[in-house]
């Protein structure tokens, strides 16, 4: 220990030796410092075990991807599927949670991105209470947004890049809808309905058909002539895929049925 300078934390001397190992310190404290630096800049939080295994280089410990990545990353790859396997209008609202998740972000932590092992459940929380209050998002919008960032992080475990979903243990409920059916009279009105306004028309007829087909809004959207079909004995058919559900709709045209 005499060969050691506390004050100075070098080895005391001029050799050859003292000049390696007094090297060989100062280069371990540049990169000590360098780490701290870095794990700071990344909002780790700082331990002596964590900046060891950042100082060894164990990087699979520090070098996480980020939220907005994995959500990047995930529309990319969807992106060239819209209309084929995937509906505009769904991207579109994953879009949309993508642009809550950083707006959350920036106003709670000023931040444009976190690591991903930083979404916990007070996170989580915390963006459901956003949606709530900032965006005034109902229970049910809320659980569609918190589906897709639990969705994300499926993904990031799927990956590899993290271990456990926080989200597998924070259950939102869903309020129940109570659905009200138009009656004769009520589908009559709307049948019988004038406008001058040709889009008011047009929302009218798809309204209607969607009434007496039972296509949705987006399949009715997403209807082409090729969608239309005459058999051998001269039925009239539409056979179309049902974008949500992916599954062969065939509704004949029933002659009885007079719209106008």
């Known amino acids: 220990m005499s060969e050691w300078d506390a004050k100075k934390q070098l080895v005391k001397g001029s050799s050859d030796k003292a000049k390696l190992i007094n090297e060989y310190l100062y280069q371990l404290r540049n990169k000590v410092f360098q780490k701290e630096i870095e794990l700071m800049e990344k909002g780790f939080m700082l331990t002596p075990t964590l900046l060891k295994e950042a100082v060894n280089d164990h990087v699979d410990a520090v070098n996480q991807k980020t939220l907005i990545q994995v959500f990047n990353d995930f529309q990319a790859m969807r992106k060239p599927l819209i209309g084929k396997k995937i509906a505009k209008d769904t991207y579109e609202d994953n879009d949309l949670t993508g642009r809550y998740i950083k707006e959350f972000m920036e106003k709670q932590y000023h931040r444009s991105d976190i690591y991903l092992h930083e979404v916990k459940i007070g996170f989580i ?136």
Not at 216 to 237: M, N, P, Q, S, V
């Open 125 to 260: 929380q915390g963006f459901h209470t956003f949606l709530l209050t900032e965006k005034n998002n109902r229970q049910n919008s809320c659980s569609k947004h918190l589906k897709f960032l639990k969705q994300l992080m499926n993904i990031a475990v799927a990956n590899g890049y993290l271990q456990f979903n926080p989200l597998n243990i924070y259950k939102v409920e869903r309020e129940p809808v109570e659905i009200d059916f138009l009656d004769h009279n009520e589908l009559q009105k709307i049948i019988n309905f004038e406008t001058p306004i040709k889009r008011f028309e047009r929302t009218r007829d798809a309204f209607l058909f969607g009434c007496f087909t039972g296509l949705a809004y987006i399949d009715i959207k997403t209807l082409r002539k090729e969608h239309f079909e005459t058999d051998e004995e001269g039925r009239f058919w539409i056979k179309k895929k049902r974008v949500k559900i992916g599954v062969l709709s065939r509704i004949q045209r029933d002659s009885k049925t007079i719209l106008r």
